[in-house]
Structure formats: structure tokens, C-alpha cells
């Protein structure tokens, strides 16, 4: 048996190495053609990143020049100073609204033509001219930095009415004295727009909800994780579902086709602060197909060699183990006499000392429990009813041991009357109670020949499975000794907590 074993063991190496072999090669081919996919991808996300922020840098930069060219005409006009100084609100708006309307038209995407005192409280909106004399300090930074420090700063703010990309201006007159602010708002849907038509993408605005908290009319917005939804193509309400937000970048499917979502254009504040951020998704359809295009080819190649060679390594090593299986019979059947007893068909001693590993190898947190047990004064029944009697009294308390515990647990003769049981899978106290009332039945059985009355003495240990066979022999010899020096029919068992 173990023969036939060691050859089948034998035949499914080599064959297992051969499909290893292929494997590998398989597998490094996969290798070779994911790394230069990832390269690819990679190029490709470098090469869409640094050409999103190339757009939305130079629309910041195109942004600000006109804005800049256009109040610097205000600080050169006495009027307007004067308007400014005085608060005349009223001439402000005369003065301003045709160029508002204007700037509008150029720019659909303006929302916000903001005045300031240098207070930091609110001359005019044009956007929204019924509302003024709010003082702003604690809520837009961006106002009262300007203010103070008298430079140009720029960057997404949400104010009391949403969220915009602010061009915050000092207003400093041509003698050099400093009347408030003027700030510009665009819309962030400007860059979306931008990015749309110069790189024939889709994309979606996401604001981080805290930022919303100072808005005067709440809008109930859908979110995605900490980011509430500004503004969404047809696309994107439909990648949605699929769309993890934490990552820089990942590839959806859908409906066919494959898209690049770059989550990484951060739209940040004059301070740098993250606010939000502009997802982009751009069809890489044709780049993915060719790609698992060739990959399917290559597989299918190797498959079909991994096949072919697996084939005829099989029959190959079918007629060399049909011819040694053969042969191996006759070596199995020594084999299985070398470790059984011959007396009570038992394993024995010898089988013991092979296979103890196999026999105490343990799953998870299962315990096995290994008993010594020996029958009370068996030479007298030897000597008195005879060495046939006796052999007899063997076989039958085996057969009783066999029928009492259940036939996972190993039962071995290891010498004389002395017997060796090994039960696993079971909890230490429900063994202990187990083998103490095997006990009792032995003692209590009328199954013995010539009704001769039984005892056995018994030691109960935990195996240990790094403890060498001897010493465990040992440890539950010295309690079976225990039992004996105590007065037989007993069971000692070990100490155990678990």
C-alpha cells in the first residue's frame, strides 16, 4: 500500500514539476505582458494628468490676466475711487454694470464681481446687488488676508452662495491708498468645460461637505464619501456606483467600453487647502481591447502546450505505474503485516514509531489526548488459565476498546497488555470522562472467558506536537505507574487547563 503510495506520489511530481515548468512560463509571459500594460497605463496617466493640469493651470493664468488688466482700468479712475471711498454703492453699480454683463458674455462662467471695504464688509455684489453691508472676516479668509497683506491672492473659496475659483484683488488707487478688494468668481464648471473640449473627456465636480457649511442656502446634494456632488455628466451618474474616490486612479467598465477615472486634479484654496476636486473619466476602449486581444492569443497558445505536454506525460506515466502497481501488491501486503498485530489485528509498535507525526498532527486548536492503559495482574490470569485464555482476553478487550471509541481514534498494542490510544477532536475533559468510564466497563464486562473479571489501570497525557515520542511515552508511563502504585482500576490523568 504505502508503496503503490510512494509511486503514485512519484508519478504526480514529475508530472506536477512539468506543469509547474509551463506554468511559470505561462505566468512570467503574463508577467511580461501585464509590465508593459502597467508601463502603458502608467505613461498614459502621467501623460492625462500632466496635460489636465497644463490646461487648468494656463485657464488660471488666462483668467487672471484679463481680470487683472480690468481693475487695474478702475484704479486709474478718479471716479471710481471716489465711488469706492464714499461707499456709493448706487454709482458703483451704474459704473460696473455694463462691464459685468460684458464680462458675462465672454465668460458665461462668471459668477461672482465683488466689492469690498477695508473692513472686509461687502460695498457691492453684482451678482447680487440686493445683498451688502455683510461683514465677511470670519468667513471668507481669502477677503481679509487681501486686505491686510495688500496683494493679489486666488484660489477656490466657498462663500455664502456656493463655491468659486476667486481672482481677490487689493483695490489701491493711483495715489497709492488702499479702498478695499475687488474679487472675481468663476464657477468651477469652467474647467470642466475647458477640459471637455481640449481633451474630449467627461468630468464631475466634487466638494468636501465640511467646505459647504457656510452656505446661506443649502442645496440637498448627493455625496460620495466625504464629497458632496456639484456638478455631474450622463456618464458619470451612471459610473457613479463604481467609482472609488480615495484611489488616484481606476479602470471601470461599462457598457463595453472602458474608462480612466484620474481623481487627482485637486481644486485647492489661496492657502493651498484641498476643497475639492475635478474626476475625470477618458475612454480607453481601444487601447484595453488590443491589449486583452494579445493576451488572449498568447494564453490560449500556452494553454494549448500546457495541454499537449500534460497529455502525454499522463499516458507516459500511466503504463510505467500500471506495470509497477502490479508489483507493488505483493510489497504492500508485507508491508501492512510489518506494522499490525498479529494477535489482535491492532497496529503496532513498530507502526507507532512511523507514523506518530501523522498520528499527533493537529487543525487549528484541536488537541490530542494520548492514554496508556494495561490490564490489572494479567500475568495471573496467564498463570492461571493459561497463555490461550490469556492471548484470548487480548483480542477481546480490543474489540471492546474498537467498539467503546470511535474509529477515528488510533488504537495501537504496544507490548504485552499494554495498549496506546490516541483520540483527537474532542474536548480534554469529555476524554478524561470517557476514558474513565471505559474504565468502568471493562470492569463491569462479562464478555472475558471463564467470566474472569477485568481491571485496567490507565494514563491520560495532552500530546505535545514538538515532544519526541519517547519522552511522551515517558510522561504518560509515569502516570499509568501512578494508577498501579495507587491500587489499580484507575485512571490518572494529567493536569490540564485550556
Request: positive net charge; charged residues 25%; hydrophobic residues 40%.
Amino acid at each position: 500500500m504505502i508503496l503503490n503510495k510512494n509511486i503514485e506520489k512519484t508519478k504526480y511530481k514529475y508530472i506536477a514539476i512539468t506543469f509547474i515548468i509551463l506554468l511559470i512560463s505561462i505566468l512570467f509571459r503574463l508577467y511580461f505582458d501585464k509590465s508593459h500594460i502597467d508601463i502603458m497605463l502608467k505613461k498614459q496617466i502621467e501623460d492625462l494628468e500632466a496635460y489636465t493640469t497644463l490646461i487648468f493651470t494656463s485657464e488660471i493664468r488666462n483668467l487672471e490676466g484679463q481680470y487683472l488688466t480690468i481693475t487695474s482700468n478702475y484704479e486709474n479712475n478718479l471716479e471710481f475711487q471716489s465711488m469706492m471711498r464714499d461707499r456709493n454703492r448706487t454709482g458703483l453699480y451704474s459704473r460696473l454694470k455694463a462691464d459685468y454683463y460684458s464680462l458675462k458674455l465672454l465668460n458665461p462662467h462668471l459668477y461672482v464681481m465683488h466689492l469690498f471695504d477695508q473692513n472686509n464688509t461687502t460695498i457691492l455684489r453684482m451678482h447680487k446687488p440686493q445683498s451688502y453691508n455683510d461683514n465677511l472676516t470670519n468667513i471668507r479668509p481669502i477677503v481679509r488676508i487681501v486686505n491686510k497683506e495688500k496683494i493679489k491672492k486666488s484660489g477656490f473659496e466657498v462663500g455664502k452662495n456656493g463655491m468659486t475659483y476667486r481672482i481677490t484683488l487689493p483695490y489701491i488707487s493711483s495715489t497709492n491708498e488702499h479702498l478695499g478688494v475687488i474679487e472675481y468668481g468663476i464657477n468651477p464648471s469652467y474647467f470642466v468645460e475647458q477640459l471637455q473640449k481640449n481633451m474630449s473627456v467627461e468630468a464631475m465636480i466634487l466638494i468636501k461637505t465640511d467646505a459647504l457649511k457656510s452656505l446661506v442656502n443649502k442645496v440637498n446634494r448627493k455625496k460620495i464619501g466625504e464629497y458632496s456632488i456639484v456638478d455631474i455628466s450622463s456618464l458619470f451618474t451612471k459610473l457613479k456606483p463604481m467609482l472609488d474616490i480615495d484611489s488616484d486612479y481606476q479602470i471601470i467598465k461599462l457598457n463595453n467600453k472602458n474608462y480612466l477615472i484620474n481623481n487627482s486634479l485637486e481644486l485647492n484654496s489661496f492657502a493651498g487647502e484641498s476643497l475639492a476636486k475635478i474626476v475625470i473619466a477618458h475612454d480607453i476602449t481601444p487601447f484595453i481591447e488590443s491589449y486583452e486581444h494579445n493576451l488572449f492569443m498568447v494564453n490560449s497558445i500556452n494553454l494549448f502546450i500546457l495541454l499537449l505536454v500534460a497529455g502525454v506525460i499522463i499516458y507516459i506515466f500511466n503504463i510505467y505505474t500500471k506495470t509497477i502497481h502490479t508489483l507493488s501488491k505483493k510489497a504492500s501486503h508485507f508491508e501492512e503485516k510489518a506494522i499490525t498485530d498479529n494477535l489482535t489485528n491492532l497496529y503496532n509498535r513498530e507502526y507507532l514509531t512511523r507514523y506518530y507525526q501523522q498520528i499527533t498532527d493537529l487543525k487549528n486548536d484541536e488537541i490530542c489526548i494520548c492514554v496508556l492503559f494495561d490490564i490489572d495482574y494479567f500475568k495471573k490470569v496467564n498463570d492461571t488459565y493459561g497463555h490461550v485464555v490469556g492471548d484470548q482476553v487480548l483480542s477481546i478487550l480490543s474489540k471492546l476498546v474498537n467498539e467503546y471509541f470511535r474509529k477515528t481514534d488510533i488504537l495501537i498494542r504496544y507490548g504485552g497488555e499494554e495498549f496506546i490510544l490516541f483520540v483527537k477532536n474532542i474536548s480534554y475533559s469529555t476524554a478524561c470522562t470517557k476514558v474513565d468510564n471505559f474504565r468502568k466497563y471493562i470492569e463491569s464486562s462479562n464478555r472475558f472467558p471463564q467470566n474472569i473479571k477485568i481491571t485496567i489501570s490507565a494514563g491520560v497525557v495532552v500530546v505535545d506536537v514538538d515532544e519526541e515520542l519517547e519522552l511522551l511515552v515517558d510522561r504518560v508511563d509515569k502516570l499509568l505507574y501512578q494508577a498501579k502504585e495507587g491500587g489499580r482500576n484507575r485512571v490518572v490523568f494529567q493536569e490540564f487547563l485550556k
